[in-house]
T-cell receptor
Framework: DTAVSQTPKYLVTQMGNDKSIKCEQNLGHDTMYWYKQDSKKFLKIMFSYNNKELIINETVPNRFSPKSPDKAHLNLHINSLELGDSAVYFC???????????FGPGTRLTVT | GENVEQHPSTLSVQEGDSAVIKCTYSDSASNYFPWYKQELGKGPQLIIDIRSNVGEKKDQRIAVTLNKTAKHFSLHITETQPEDSAVYFCAASFLYGGATNKLIFGTGTLLAVQP
């Protein structure tokens, strides 16, 4: 199946821990994104990469560090997790910037 | 500033009725407006989009209209069915760093279609 996939789907962890979320797309898109959806369903862009290069960084705390080993993968590492980091994180991809994106299924992160 | 306002936040209709969701955007330079449907526990899925050189676009039971002068666009769903129940998001493209674009999303509309 052509799609955007994320692992894990659920992540429960304690404050202060470090965790990673992985994302892969097999759509051949050049651009990948991380979005955060909070408890009120508000969806906000965090990062965008184009062909492994960071293009958009939306004033996200530097505890969040994206990494793109190749244009089909975009991972998100989070250091020193805080309660406020609890949210659903979506990976997405598109052929061009700011255009129609295909979203992954999301990773629900719960920090206790 | 960068802003997309979406109304209403919740909408309940009877099966077979029409549903309309409205959005306004702040930047007259925005030129791309997608609509996404998000079902419970899933990621948003693109259902229709429109570009600024077009005033209206239709795909079966869904249509989007764009008024560039007023900076607002709307989603119209006709003959609603229970499976249309979901959260709908509008979005608009905004210039980022002078060279690229990003999508800013509205706050979402929870549509409930009563059978």
């Amino acid at each position: 199946d052509t799609a955007v996939s994320q692992t894990p789907k659920y992540l429960v962890t304690q404050m202060g821990n470090d965790k990673s979320i992985k994302c892969e797309q097999n759509l051949g898109h050049d651009t990948m994104y991380w979005y955060k959806q909070d408890s009120k369903k508000f969806l906000k862009i965090m990062f965008s990469y184009n062909n492994k290069e960071l293009i958009i960084n939306e004033t996200v705390p530097n505890r969040f560090s994206p990494k793109s080993p190749d244009k089909a993968h975009l991972n998100l590492h989070i250091n020193s997790l805080e309660l406020g980091d609890s949210a659903v994180y979506f990976c997405a991809s598109s052929q061009d910037f700011g255009q129609d994106g295909t979203f992954g299924p999301g990773t629900r992160l719960t920090v206790t | 500033g960068e802003n997309v306002e979406q109304h209403p936040s919740t909408l309940s209709v009877q099966e077979g009725d029409s549903a309309v969701i409205k959005c306004t955007y702040s930047d007259s330079a925005s030129n791309y407006f997608p609509w996404y449907k998000q079902e419970l526990g899933k990621g948003p899925q693109l259902i229709i989009d429109i570009r600024s050189n077009v005033g209206e676009k239709k795909d079966q039971r869904i249509a989007v209209t764009l008024n560039k002068t007023a900076k607002h666009f709307s989603l119209h769903i006709t003959e609603t069915q229970p499976e249309d129940s979901a959260v709908y998001f509008c979005a608009a493209s905004f210039l980022y760093g002078g060279a690229t674009n990003k999508l800013i999303f509205g706050t979402g509309t929870l549509l409930a279609v009563q059978p």
